[in-house]
T-cell receptor, first 112, second 112 residues
Framework: KAGVTQTPRYLIKTRGQQVTLSCSPISGHRSVSWYQQTPGQGLQFLFEYFSETQRNKGNFPGRFSGRQFSNSRSEMNVSTLELGDSALYLC???????????FGPGTRLLVL | SQQGEEDPQALSIQEGENATMNCSYKTSINNLQWYRQNSGRGLVHLILIRSNEREKHSGRLRVTLDTSKKSSSLLITASRAADTASYFCATSPNTNAGKSTFGDGTTLTVKP
């Protein structure tokens, strides 16, 4: 089976712009989670989706949003980018909630 | 604060030695997972141990779980330079839909 894929892999944006990141889970996986990883804050949970419904949300401002489609693919959007949004954004899929998560390679976002 | 906290933050050993990392958590869990991350890449799942299990093995990896002490340990035996990475524990809380929470990780350096 193909692993979790994330696009794009690298992205450079400027402050105030918005960005959309995409995640394709492993075939058959219905749960997708997003994480932000920075050197200072470590791995921070953003959201978790299961069957197109957001099941959990982390402590991030409303500028961070996401969704999941009927084929389990997921997107996350960050509006009005800030310098502090520069990070590695990781997507993980699992068969069900609270099961083993399989991570994608991440999207590295740099905000200038 | 993070649910799981790894200890030590950093560990440096010689090839062939054993490496032990610990994870402590605060609330009741459904399961605990260990992941490895090579520099700047996605996380790779190592082992999932459920709350009713005490020990699991996978190759050179041995994970123990002590729910009375709310702690887990990851032992890597006969370490290799390729084991150099950051290791994270993640806990899934004992609720139906609670999200997994990652610790800050242990950075392991194995010197050849």
């Amino acid at each position: 089976k193909a692993g979790v894929t994330q696009t794009p892999r690298y992205l450079i944006k400027t402050r105030g712009q918005q960005v959309t990141l995409s995640c394709s889970p492993i075939s058959g996986h219905r749960s997708v989670s997003w994480y932000q990883q920075t050197p200072g804050q470590g791995l921070q949970f953003l959201f978790e989706y299961f069957s197109e419904t957001q099941r959990n949300k982390g402590n991030f401002p409303g500028r961070f949003s996401g969704r999941q489609f009927s084929n389990s693919r997921s997107e996350m959007n960050v509006s009005t980018l800030e310098l502090g949004d520069s990070a590695l954004y990781l997507c993980a899929s699992s068969l069900a909630l609270q099961e083993t998560q399989y991570f994608g390679p991440g999207t590295r976002l740099l905000v200038l | 604060s993070q649910q799981g906290e790894e200890d030590p933050q950093a560990l440096s050993i010689q090839e062939g030695e054993n490496a032990t990392m610990n994870c402590s958590y605060k609330t009741s869990i459904n399961n605990l997972q260990w992941y490895r991350q090579n520099s700047g890449r996605g996380l790779v799942h190592l082992i999932l141990i459920r709350s009713n299990e005490r020990e699991k093995h996978s190759g050179r990896l041995r994970v123990t779980l002590d729910t009375s002490k709310k702690s887990s340990s990851l032992l890597i035996t006969a370490s290799r330079a390729a084991d150099t990475a950051s290791y994270f524990c993640a806990t899934s809380p004992n609720t139906n839909a609670g999200k997994s929470t990652f610790g800050d990780g242990t950075t392991l350096t194995v010197k050849p």
